[in-house]
């Protein structure tokens, strides 16, 4: 194995862990995968998303990077679990969508611990839905804190390079707030459009509905149709955060209720005006 190769471990292998295996793995580097369940691993070696896996996270020992890629809740628990078995220059880091409570932790039982968010995903969760190149061109984030050791932040910032993302920098906190702006708040607003929806008394209309919803209705319900899990841990982790975007959301809701209510077209107009400017900066 030439030097920039590494041992990398994968814990938790899903979306996001299978699909940073297959493209690390495209790397060169060799990597460890470790599920809960056995059927996971053996899928994950057969789809050549990991070249070993098992259920035993001792087999990360060797690793010289681990990601930890479960679900939200289970991050800082299996951290706990997994050091016993570490050497203290094993790099360990994160994918989940939420960081101030994660880095916090984390950050005081391992000394060697960078928060990371790669921002990709697809409304599909499990190692079957792994991807190839699914972070390329996408932002992934790292929150390294004070005490984050300079080596750790170069190597990550170098694997995130190689999977082809545009690299971000900012505090755990910062972080949260931004991702409730753009990330956690759609999933709610897509999620309470499409229940809004079935609320049509008529069978007919909501079937007929169902036909005619086409691109745009795609496009905004897509986030709203995603995997539960991953919305109820973006609000129990980011609640405050979540909280303040969608309160801040609701009054803007009931600005364009009163226009159309009031059928003060102008106001209507002017609001629409100033959103259709705003979009590019936050899409291109
Ligand atoms: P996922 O597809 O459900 O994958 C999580 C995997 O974790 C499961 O396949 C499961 O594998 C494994 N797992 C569960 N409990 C475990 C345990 N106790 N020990 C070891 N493995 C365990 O979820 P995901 O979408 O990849 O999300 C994973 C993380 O990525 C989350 O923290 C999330 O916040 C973050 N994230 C998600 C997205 C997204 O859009 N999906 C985007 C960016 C970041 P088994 O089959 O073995 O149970």
């Not at 190597?155 to 505090?171: F, M, P, R, T, V």
């Not at 036909?211 to 897509?222: I, N, Q, V």
């Amino acid at each position: 194995m030439s030097k920039s190769q590494m041992n990398i471990g994968i814990l938790g292998l899903g979306l996001i862990g299978g699909s940073l295996g297959f493209d690390l793995r495209e790397q060169g580097h060799h990597i460890i995968g470790v599920s809960r369940q056995e059927s996971t691993c053996e899928q994950a070696v057969t789809q050549g998303s990991v070249d070993e896996a098992s259920t035993d996270m001792s087999q990360l020992k060797s690793a010289e990077v681990i990601f930890i890629c479960t679900p939200l809740g289970l991050i800082v628990p299996i951290l706990e679990q997994l050091i016993a078995y570490l050497p203290p220059t094993t790099i360990v880091t994160d994918v989940g969508s939420v960081k101030t409570p994660v880095v916090k932790h984390a950050t005081s039982i391992w000394n060697n611990f960078i928060g990371g968010h790669p921002m990709a995903g697809t409304a599909e969760s499990g190692i079957a839905a792994a991807k190839r190149k699914l972070f390329t061109n996408n932002p992934y984030v790292l929150t390294p804190v004070d005490t984050t050791a300079n080596d750790a932040i170069k190597i990550l910032e170098n694997l995130a390079y190689q999977l082809g993302a545009n690299i971000h920098y900012c505090s755990p906190e910062v972080h949260d707030k931004a991702v409730s702006w753009i990330s956690h708040l759609p999933v709610m607003v897509s999620a309470s459009l499409l229940s809004a929806c079935m609320n049509e008394n008529d069978d007919k209309v909501v079937q007929l509905a169902q036909k005619l919803a086409s691109s745009g209705f795609r496009d905004t319900s897509r986030v709203g149709g995603g995997n539960p899990e991953l919305g109820v841990m973006m609000a129990k982790y980011n609640r405050q955060e979540l909280l303040t975007s969608l309160k801040q959301y609701c009054y803007n809701l009931d600005r364009l209720i009163e226009s159309i209510d009031r059928e003060d077209w102008e106001s209507l107009e002017q609001e629409l005006n100033l959103t259709q400017q705003i979009r590019p900066r936050f899409t291109v």
